[in-house]
């Protein structure tokens, strides 16, 4: 069966930090992947995904940036963190003509 | 802003069936119903989809109404562990760059002992 796992899990940064969120899926080959963000009480917000390897698109304009080394591994990550990007991160999988599933999501705290 | 509505809270014993209405009275036809529940703290998990006819799995039932306005999520035999908020969602047949998941507020289920 296919498996998501991202980490780290929580994480808290000083303003102008760098950040690097990772993400793999395992049991499956050339999934689409998304990363999200959810505020508190709010609906997700699609912020990159990927249909291949080396292949991105961003939803919004940000101070993030997302990359796919491999097949299977999807990177979140950001030069100089800003207050604003604090939140709930989450990758998620499918595969065209399925539905999307979520990781455990990482909670990042900008100080 | 979300295409759906749905109750804000509802309770079920445990062992009860628990059936949460989503109303979508504006969906259009290529747009599916999704239901997914989010835990608090974790990323959200999918329950069931469907386009229009009932659809079953091991996890609940969907029961879309014959003019698609709204449906019925049942979770057959309710458990502590489907306390969660439940989501309904509409929206194209996901996947590749269809991955825009609008959630509303969605309906906190709590099942009680």
């Known amino acids: 069966s296919q498996t998501i796992h991202q980490w780290p899990a929580t994480l808290v940064q000083p303003v102008g930090s760098p950040l690097s969120l990772e993400c793999t899926v395992e049991?499956?080959?050339?999934?689409?992947l998304y990363w999200y963000r959810q505020a508190a009480g709010r609906g997700l917000q699609l912020l990159f995904y990927s249909v291949g390897i080396g292949q991105i698109s961003s939803e919004v304009p940000q101070n993030l940036s997302a990359s796919r080394p491999q097949d299977r591994q999807f990177i979140l990550s950001s030069k100089k963190l800003l207050l604003s990007d604090s939140g709930f991160y989450l990758c998620?999988?499918?595969?065209?003509?399925?539905?999307?599933?979520f990781g455990e999501g990482s909670w990042l705290t900008v100080v | 802003d979300a295409k759906t509505t749905q109750p804000t809270s509802m309770d079920c014993a445990e062992g009860r069936a628990a059936n949460l209405p989503c109303n979508h009275s504006t969906i259009s036809g290529n747009e599916y119903v999704y239901w997914y529940r989010q835990i608090h703290s974790q990323g959200p998990q999918y329950i069931i989809h469907g386009l229009k006819n009932n659809e079953t799995n091991e996890m609940a039932s969907l029961i879309i109404t014959e003019d698609r306005k709204s449906s019925t999520l049942i979770l057959p035999h309710a458990t502590l562990r489907d306390t969660a908020v439940y989501y309904c969602?509409?929206?194209?047949?996901?996947?590749?760059?269809?991955?825009?998941?609008?959630f509303g507020k969605g309906t906190k289920l709590s099942v009680k002992p």
């Open positions: 969602i509409v929206s194209p047949r996901l996947g590749g760059s269809q991955g825009n998941l609008i």
């Open positions: 049991g499956t080959s050339n999934p689409n």
């Open positions: 998620a999988w499918s595969v065209y003509g399925d539905t999307i599933y």
